[in-house]
């Protein structure tokens, strides 16, 4: 969920990994503010996972932690800003941004959502879960998904398209079913609060590459981090 609207192939490789790479950096530098050590900080340890699957590079990593940690560089004032809004045929998105300077964030969404409707705070999000969400694929052929889902604590699971099984749970209990999977088969690839929409539309090919061109005007801003959209 989330990015779901995009394209395979849509952008160059090597520019792709560039900003995976800068997004998953500042999630990390922002969970390290509250400690270096991914063992004691659940929230750094889901970015560096998160970080790792991406095959980021050793030393970006343990750059970005320091800097975080303010043993680099200063300290890092990145703020969460959350935007709600419609994009084209009334549909509903959530940004999330993570920037340095909200004044040029509200004015880039502003800009951004012309060509749909920029919302105020709960406009939206009303008709979204925001609930965790865990990423994880099988460590042996006998591995019971349904046990481990129901011993670990989550709500509910799904089947993804690579062969990893998405588990979902309440926001609240997301690091410890992470923790848990691994004693019931799973190894985890990501952990992260999402939201989800309760009530997804549907369009038409024409309505939808229209959706898709606004969301991706989104998604290339320096300052998005996340964008979730009730888009069927």
């Not at 800068?22 to 900080?41: C, F, H, Q, W, Y």
């Not at 970015?47 to 940690?69: F, N, W």
């Not at 964030?105 to 749909?116: D, N």
Request: net charge negative; charged share 25%.
């Amino acid at each position: 969920m989330g990015a779901q609207w995009k394209t395979k192939h849509k952008m160059d490789a090597a520019n792709a990994r560039g900003r995976i790479f800068t997004k998953l950096a500042k999630e990390i530098m922002v969970a390290a503010r509250n400690g270096a050590d991914p063992s004691m900080n659940a929230k750094l340890r889901a970015a560096v996972e998160a970080a790792k699957k991406a095959s980021m590079p050793k030393d970006t990593l343990e750059r970005a932690i320091k800097k975080g940690a303010g043993l680099l560089d200063g300290p890092v004032n990145y703020e969460t800003v959350v935007y709600e809004g419609f994009a084209p045929h009334q549909v509903p998105v959530i940004v999330e941004c993570l920037t340095d300077n909200k004044n040029r964030s509200a004015q880039s969404m502003r800009i951004l959502f012309r060509k749909g409707q920029l919302g105020s705070s709960g406009s939206v999000s009303w008709d979204f879960k925001h609930l965790g969400q865990i990423e994880a694929v099988p460590t042996s052929a006998d591995a019971d998904l349904e046990l481990a889902a129901i011993e670990a604590g989550a709500q509910d699971f799904e089947q993804g398209e690579d062969g990893e099984v998405i588990f979902l749970t309440e926001s609240t209990d997301l690091d410890a079913v992470a923790k848990a999977l691994p004693d019931f088969g799973y190894e985890v690839h990501s952990a992260k609060l999402v939201y989800r929409a309760n009530n997804p539309v549907s369009l038409d090919d024409a309505a939808r590459a229209e959706v898709e061109a606004f969301l991706d005007a989104i998604d290339n801003d320096d300052d998005v981090q996340n964008v979730y959209v009730g888009l069927a």
